[in-house]
């Protein structure tokens, strides 16, 4: 009997003993539990096990190879648990002073990554030469472990249990989309025409690419009026940031960046615009990756969205999955996600896919409304001008003018390629916008390192270019500006009274 309670009792105090040296796998679930449950209602529950698998799986490795060096669990666990922390939560310690500094701040990973390491290596180094007993510590990180990781299972579990999840189904398109949110829209009354709204970011004017980087481009310019296009050589926006200007076109009135509230991403993904042409029976479909690299893979007010798709498979973009690049950018391997992503080849891969989305785009059912933004004349240059890689040292220099010169006529030939596919497949009249959102901010100190000083201001100067049909003959202003696009819109195709604002 008493052998019996002995066996008992030996075999509870092997279970703690095992327990307080479990803080370095609980230390490495804590972060990606932290990340779902803070972002569940933008991602997918099946992100998570591979992901925390392999967190785990290195955080044990790292464990077991301690221990042969320390030749003590609890100082192994210590070490272990350290380096876990700063590799998994570099980046938001990074972002902290990322958001201090200059838009070019990835470059200090040269710095910071090393600091890391090297306080890891303090730390290790103490722990070797430490005489006293550290077994007080690991039990405390275990117990830290321990709460940090029940509290975010709990808001997960609660968040779960309180979230319905849309079903998903097949449209007569066999693309997948969500049923429950937005509700499918109503049959229209006539054969409205399909609206396409083509963002170019950051590409430049005809006077513009004239003026400052000596580049006639007659090759766009011919064949846009050859097919009809209106160009408003004039046109200026107020905004140098993507999020103000798109918001100010799609909620057809000017904003004020430093009232968050007001202005910004959200508004963007459910705006004005596209409310008043679903109300009128209008697909909604969102062709942008620029979600990803703010968290979330999908545009929930739309009832198709290009990215979710990627998400699900169903298309290729970048091949990461939102929950994957929330990883990366918070981690020690935010320096790669720099590079691969954002900077890198996964970026350009990324572009190829959302000219392969608009091409898909055309063939939905109609009416529809497609809001399309492309990034390839966007810094980093990630083209040259045949479409060729251009080396990284070179992706930001805006100094020398080749390299922007290079991607802007690269994102023009494929832009041409995009509007004949356009004309040639379209099943029905369409309104076409071709528009950026700025000019090349090449003389922004405050944006780049290496500037071209003689283009300071021109990110006002927009390229704006309208095609309408036949049948409709709007008067368009060589000065209009951005924030009418849909204002005149809805006036000419829908004889409503929007009147246009201000300069």
């Known amino acids: 009997m008493s052998r019996s309670r002995q066996g008992g009792g030996g075999e509870s105090r092997s279970l703690t003993r095992i327990f307080w040296l479990t803080h370095p796998i609980l230390f490495s679930a804590f972060p990606v539990l932290f990340l779902l449950s803070h972002n569940f209602s933008e991602l997918d529950l099946n992100q998570l096990w591979w992901p925390l698998g392999v967190s785990a799986l290195a955080a ?17 666990g210590i070490a272990t648990s350290v380096f876990v922390l700063l590799f998994l939560l570099y980046g938001h310690v990074f972002e902290g002073f990322e958001s201090r500094g200059s838009y070019l701040a990835s470059y200090r990973h040269r710095q910071f990554l090393p600091l890391a390491f090297l306080v890891w290596g303090y730390v290790v180094f103490f722990l070797r030469r430490a005489r006293f007993r550290v077994e007080p510590i690991s039990k405390s990180l275990s ?25 998903l189904a097949r449209d007569t398109a066999g693309v997948v989309r969500a049923k429950t949110f937005p509700p499918a829209p109503r049959e229209p009354t006539g054969e409205m025409p399909d609206i396409y709204y083509v963002i170019l970011d950051e590409f430049a004017s005809l006077e513009t690419a004239e003026d400052v980087y000596g580049y006639q481009n007659e090759e766009l310019a011919l064949f846009l009026r050859d097919k009809g296009f209106f160009i408003a050589e004039r046109s200026e926006s107020r905004y140098s940031s993507t999020w103000d200007a798109l918001d100010a076109v799609l909620n057809m009135e000017y904003v004020d960046s430093r009232e968050p509230v007001k202005s910004g991403f959200p508004r963007i993904l459910d705006s004005a615009v596209s409310r008043h042409l679903k109300d009128k029976g209008y697909l909604f479909v969102y062709n942008s990756d620029q979600k990803l690299h703010r968290g979330t893979s999908e545009n929930p007010s739309a009832h198709v969205d290009f990215q979710d798709l990627a998400a699900k498979g169903s298309v290729t973009t970048t091949n990461l999955s939102p929950f994957q690049v929330m990883l990366l950018k918070t981690s020690a391997l935010r320096p790669f996600y720099d590079k691969l992503v954002r900077d890198g080849l996964l970026r350009r891969r990324g572009e190829l896919a959302k000219l392969s989305a608009f091409r898909q785009a055309i063939s939905l059912p109609s009416p529809k409304f497609v809001v399309s933004h492309h990034l390839i004349s966007h810094a980093p240059f990630m083209f040259g001008e045949n479409g060729e890689t251009v080396d990284i040292r070179n992706h930001r220099d805006w100094s020398k003018k080749e390299f922007y010169l290079g991607t802007y006529k690269y994102c023009s030939r494929r832009v041409i390629e995009l ?19 700025h000019g090349p901010r090449a003389g922004q100190a405050d944006v780049h390192a290496k500037v071209l000083p003689s283009a300071l201001g021109e990110w006002r100067k927009v390229f704006n270019a309208f095609y309408f049909p036949p049948n409709y003959q709007p008067e368009i202003a060589l000065d209009v500006a951005p924030v009418n ?19």
């Open 419 to 437: 509007i004949e596919d356009l004309f040639s497949k379209a099943l029905r009249p369409f309104v076409l916008i071709v528009q950026s959102d």
């Open 60 to 76: 044990g490795v790292l464990f077991l190879v301690s221990q042969l060096f320390f030749r003590c669990v609890h100082k192994a």
């Open 485 to 503: 696009t849909f204002r005149m819109v809805f006036r000419e195709i829908f004889g409503e009274d929007f009147a246009d604002l201000p300069h």
């Open 143 to 167: 117990v830290v472990a321990l709460a940090l990781v029940l509290l975010n299972v709990g808001s997960l579990a609660g968040t779960i249990a309180t979230t319905k999840a849309p079903k």
